[in-house]
């Protein structure tokens, strides 16, 4: 089974931090994405990732950016956390376009 | 507005019965997925039908899709205490290079009473 593992399950970070939420894939997929959730909006897209050093904004990337320089990592940073993105953090990859999301357990991220 | 938007936001069944969730979306779209989340956990994938099938089975669950009405359900057939979770429909939008990005909707909590 593919495995999507992020590093963190729970993270305490300070406003103004610059945070990095780190996600592996072991199973060769082209397709990376990260994802925000919380109550009452659903699932938000912030970045996503098609290749290595090949990225495209999501949804809502403002306060975020990617780096992806090997094909089985994709980290999220956070330049300068904000309170406004406490978080629960959830990391995807694909095959492709028609294989369906292998997701991550997610990082919950609060910024105090 | 959200591209899936599910309907019932909540649903609670005892077990051994059925549970049907609606998923309505917007613009055209390649495939419709639906997903499963434990309490704050990371989503499963369930089961994906694409805009030229109608309906698809997969064990206890079945999909329909309506492209016309654009709208889709998931049936869960003899539920059990373990099928408690969120059920989240996603929509692959037509049109463009969309990589396979999935647009959310806001899911349905499902609890089933043992």
């Known amino acids: 089974d593919v495995k999507v593992t992020q590093s963190s399950r729970y993270l305490v970070k300070r406003t103004g931090e610059k945070v990095f939420l780190e996600c592996v894939q072991d199973?060769?997929?082209?397709?990376m994405f990260w994802y925000r959730q919380d109550p009452g909006l659903g699932l938000r897209l912030i970045y996503f990732?098609?290749?290595?050093?090949?990225?495209e904004k999501g949804d809502i990337p403002e306060g975020y950016s990617v780096s992806r320089e090997k094909k089985e990592r994709f980290s999220l940073i956070l330049e300068s956390a904000s309170t406004n993105q406490t978080s629960m953090y959830l990391c995807?990859?694909?095959?492709?376009?028609?294989?369906?999301?292998?997701f991550g357990s997610g990082t919950r991220l609060t910024v105090v | 507005s959200q591209q899936g938007e599910e309907d019932p936001q909540a649903l609670s069944i005892q077990e051994g019965e059925n549970a049907t969730m609606n998923c309505s979306y917007k613009?055209?779209?390649?495939?419709l997925q639906w997903y499963r989340q434990n309490s704050g956990r990371g989503l499963v994938h369930l089961i994906l039908?694409?805009?030229?099938?109608r309906e698809k089975h997969s064990g206890r669950l079945r999909v329909t899709l309506d492209t016309s009405k654009k709208s889709s359900s998931l049936l869960i057939t003899a539920s059990r205490a373990a099928d408690t979770a969120s059920y989240f429909c996603?929509?692959?939008?037509?049109?463009?290079?969309?990589?396979?990005?999935?647009?959310f909707g806001q899911g349905t909590i499902l609890t089933v009473h043992p």
């Open positions: 995807a990859s694909s095959l492709t376009p028609t294989s369906g999301y292998t």
């Open positions: 199973m060769d997929h082209e397709n």
């Open positions: 990732s098609y290749d290595v050093k090949m990225k």
């Open positions: 613009t055209s779209i390649n495939n």
């Open positions: 039908i694409r805009s030229n099938e």
């Open positions: 996603a929509t692959d939008r037509a049109g463009g290079t969309s990589y396979g990005k999935l647009t």
